[in-house]
């Protein structure tokens, strides 16, 4: 009896050590970087010519492994002063997955206005927040005034130097048709134009020339590296167009020659404001000799198409530089605008101080805290995995590894109990025989 007692109780042992040894034990852990990544690929704006509604494109994507929970406040300010504030979007985006929130904001100035949205960011599984911001500047302008006028009232501008010219006329164009003026030449960018009109328009002829250099009428230099300028000449289609529709190509030798981005390509139009009205291309096709676009734009004007060099700033886009407040350029370089006497944080100058004297906050996975003096914050630990609620985070242990430890524990304490009685029961035997 003695010997069965010591061999049963050798073996509980050994199993109770094996359920301990943290070697043999076996347990998944899921890290906060994994189940919680998220980036603000952008925020855009455009300009726009007043009283027409602001639209914003907020691109939010998901890395991670859990939906996460995405709210934004808008706060717009011009000249220093805040014109508007208020919750403009709230939404669940998913695991991996990417998701487009838009809004507006009807202006009732015109100017240059900075927009700055505050993103929170929610896991309810992890029960974790976190906050980001972006900004974004845009401008309002003025309605156009009428361009001067010659003595015979027709609008008077410099000779526009051209290379070639393409015209094409119609007796008629109907409403319930489309009309296409083709062009084969090489020498242009355009090989596509296509017309629909509102109401019937009778005799109409359009002309395509292409410039060789910036007309004198244009006083303006459009933002990127210019491929080509091509001016729309038109008779009898004022007021009277529905939609235009450009297709064009690029020469893919020019865009590896400027390293510009394909993807950034953009067909401008000058407006009577002396300002360009930029339409971001959709790339349509390519070959190995051109990468074609398309683009649907209002009206007829002098047109330049532009490319953006790869990793080179967007013209409008601010960023602080120490205390310095930095605007990018039309030529895509950063200028300083601005030394922020109270610290510049989140893209533009604190008015007062920006915060709190040791004030903590996350930012993305950084641990920041407010200066002693409030003019900027500092980042003082890079988290990990992850930084939520004022802190760095470490590993958060899975659902699953949560219910095998209870699991484990449950048979541990049964091991035990069972244990402690036939411990109980060999001793009551050995008293009885000792009787």
């Known amino acids: 009896m003695e010997k069965n ?61 859990s939906d996460l929970n995405v709210s934004g406040n808008l ?75 010659s003595p015979g009232g027709h609008t008077s501008f410099p000779p526009i130097p051209s290379v070639l010219n393409i015209s094409q006329t119609w007796e008629k164009i109907s409403p319930d048709t489309s009309v296409t003026v083709r062009i084969e030449s090489e020498m242009f960018a355009f090989t596509e134009i296509m017309i629909e009109v509102e109401k019937e328009s ?9 410039l060789l250099e910036k007309p004198g009428s244009v006083i303006k230099e459009p933002a990127g590296k210019v491929y ?11 007021g009277r167009l529905r939609n235009v529709v450009i297709i064009f190509r690029v020469e893919n030798e020019w865009l590896s020659d400027n390293n510009i981005d394909k993807s950034e390509i953009s067909l401008n ?12 291309s959709t790339l349509i096709n390519e070959d190995s000799n051109y990468a074609y676009y398309g683009v649907e734009v209002p009206g007829l004007s002098v047109f330049s198409i532009t490319g953006r060099e790869k ?16 605007v990018c350029l039309s030529t895509w370089t950063w200028e300083t605008i601005e030394t922020c006497e109270y610290g510049c944080s989140e893209r533009r100058c604190a ?10 906050r996350c930012l993305g996975n950084f641990l920041q805290r407010c200066s002693g003096d409030g003019s900027k914050w500092e980042t003082f630990e890079t ?53």
């Open 5 to 65: 007692f010591l061999l049963t109780a050798v073996f509980f042992l050994s199993v109770l050590v094996f359920l301990i040894d943290p070697v043999c034990a076996v347990t998944t852990v899921v890290e906060v970087g994994e189940g919680v990544n998220w980036e603000v690929s952008s925020l855009s704006a455009g300009d726009v010519t007043y009283p027409s509604v602001v639209y914003f494109t907020l691109r939010f994507r998901n890395r991670g492994t």
């Open 75 to 149: 706060s717009i300010s011009k000249g220093g002063s805040t014109v508007y504030t208020n919750k403009v979007f709230e939404g669940n985006v998913s695991k991996q997955q990417t998701r487009d929130f838009t809004f507006s904001w009807t202006p009732t100035d015109t100017g240059d206005f900075l927009a700055n949205v505050t993103i929170n960011i929610t896991n309810n599984e992890l029960n974790l927040t976190n906050t980001t911001f972006n900004t974004t500047s845009f401008t309002v302008y003025s309605p156009p005034s009428e361009p001067p006028s």
């Open 202 to 210: 009778q005799d109409v002829e359009v002309s395509v020339n292409r």
């Open 228 to 238: 080509q300028y091509i001016e729309i000449k038109h008779d009898n289609l004022e």
């Open 269 to 280: 139009r000058y407006l009577p404001s002396d300002e360009w009205e930029v339409f971001p």
């Open 311 to 326: 990793f080179e700033c967007i013209p409008k886009d601010m960023r602080c530089l120490g205390n310095e407040l930095q």
């Open 351 to 360: 008015e007062t101080t920006l915060c709190r004297p040791d004030e903590i």
């Open 383 to 435: 988290c990990e995995y992850g930084c939520w609620d004022r802190e760095c985070k470490g590993m958060v242990v899975s659902y699953v590894t949560q219910m095998a430890v209870f699991v484990l524990f449950a048979i541990l304490i049964t091991i035990v109990l069972i244990m402690v009685a036939l411990v109980y029961m060999n001793l009551k035997m050995l008293m009885a025989r000792k009787r």
